[in-house]
Nanobody, 123 residues
Framework: QVQLVESGGGLVQAGGSLRLSCATS????????MAWFRRAPGKEREFVTS????????AYGDSVKGRFTISRDNAKNIVYLQMNSLKPEDTAVYYC????????????????WGQGTQVTVSS
């Protein structure tokens, strides 16, 4: 059974940093493309970033480009999201997602999801 468990969320002041983790089990992580999405209150789910199976190829949404970095450790079955220079508009529940094929910006392309972790950025 595939499980994705996010952690590392919390409350941080604007300009601060957080690192989210997505611990995976029940899958061979090296076979999966991974992504982070977020959903802010009253808004649609938003693509944040993705990474291919070996970490060579990454993509970022325009709103986080240059501030967020995705990485993965296939040996430890963990995917990370380093978030720097956080802004109040980054406040959202952050979800990690997995798919067996290559990366995609579309949330509906990912069959496996975590439960989410709340990130709140105060001004």
């Amino acid at each position: 059974q595939v499980q994705l468990v996010e952690s590392g969320g919390g409350l941080v002041q604007a300009g601060g940093s957080l690192r989210l983790s997505c611990a995976t089990s029940g899958l061979a992580l090296s076979n999966f493309a991974m992504a982070w999405f977020r959903r802010a209150p009253g808004k649609e789910r938003e693509f944040v970033t993705s990474i291919n199976w070996n970490g060579v190829s990454t993509a970022y949404g325009d709103s986080v480009k240059g501030r967020f970095t995705i990485s993965r450790d296939n040996a430890k079955n963990i995917v990370y999201l380093q978030m720097n220079s956080l802004k109040p508009e980054d406040t959202a529940v952050y979800y990690c997602a997995a798919r067996l094929e290559g990366t995609s910006w579309g949330g509906s392309d990912y069959p496996f999801w975590g439960q989410g972790t709340q990130v709140t950025v105060s001004s």
